[in-house]
């Protein structure tokens, strides 16, 4: 009997952390450079006594200054253990209607996970046919809103007059702009909070901040809405963040020279990827995140991905309806990026 009364979910599936570290590794979008030396620095100086002590609960010393940063409030401000974790506290706090949440067909493939594991109800509104979202899918009634900008896999990007245009269509419903990319081109929608009350912003230290292994992700909205997530929080876990992601994560916002100097390299390599993409034969979307999608006009994905994968490359292949001629190739170093376009201009020429 108690195995019908299992929660039966279907996972999330994460791209693959190879064992063996010798790969180049393009294939889940983590940033190709190290944090700030003064995470190192911290590292090094890390007090081992605070360990055995709870973390704070409020995580104020990062609250704190992920608030000075932004220049908001620190009751404006929610931490999590990465922003997989702060979204899915968003979809149990907010997502409660007997109405559908909205989000694209194409998009990060956890939101559709989230939502059965809570049993929230959702439509999934198509992407036009250059992958863009269409704004007026999102004009109808709805239990709750949530897309990345830029969009994931398609690195697409929206302008902020086309959030403000489902904001003010969705003054009953909330909205959640997930920025995990936001720093490597986009506007951000942090310009609006002062004006919607029905928005959510939510940030990682993944991708831009080089500190994926560190599990750090933060919401900003207005303090209704944040003190609605820290009352859910907790209730289920009063120490999400750790000790160390406290201390880590405060240093890595102080630096922001540091952060800055690096997505702008990641942001140039980009851009000369674009082009080397496209003499080999390459169509690319317009980029504004860490990773191109790109589709070739006449060598399958998926055998360009079982390709490179037995050559050391890791790239990600969805083979899902609408992108399973495409490939999401997350921008390394400039070293990376001329060992894959090496390997291309042998394996695409004579494929
Ligand atoms: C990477 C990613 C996240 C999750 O990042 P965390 O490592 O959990 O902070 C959330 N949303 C999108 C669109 C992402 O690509």
Known sequence: MWKDYIRKVVPYTPGEQPKNRKVIKLNTNENPYPPTPKV???LEDFNKDCLRLYPDPTASALTKTLADYHGVDEDEVFVGVGSDDVIAMAFLTFFNSDKPI???D????FYSVWADLYRIPYERPALDKDFKLVKEDYYKENGGIIFPNPNAPTSLAVSLDFIEDILKHNQDSLVIVDEAYIDFGGDSALA???????LLVIRTFSKSRSMAGMRIGYAIGNKFLIKALNDVKYSYNSYTMNQTSLVFGKESVLDDNYFKETVDKIVATREHAKKRFEELGFTCLDSKANFLFVTHKCVPAKQIFTQ?????????????P????YLRV?????EEMEALYKFLERYVVNA
């Open 308 to 320: 490179l994968k037995e050559n050391g490359i890791f790239v990600r292949y969805f083979d899902s």
């Open 40 to 42: 190192a620095k911290a």
């Open 102 to 104: 909205l989000f694209p």
């Open 192 to 198: 609006l909070l002062n004006k919607y009350e029905n």
């Open 322 to 325: 609408r992108i399973d001629n």
């Open 106 to 109: 194409i998009t990060y493939s």
């Open 330 to 334: 997350t921008i390394g170093t400039d």
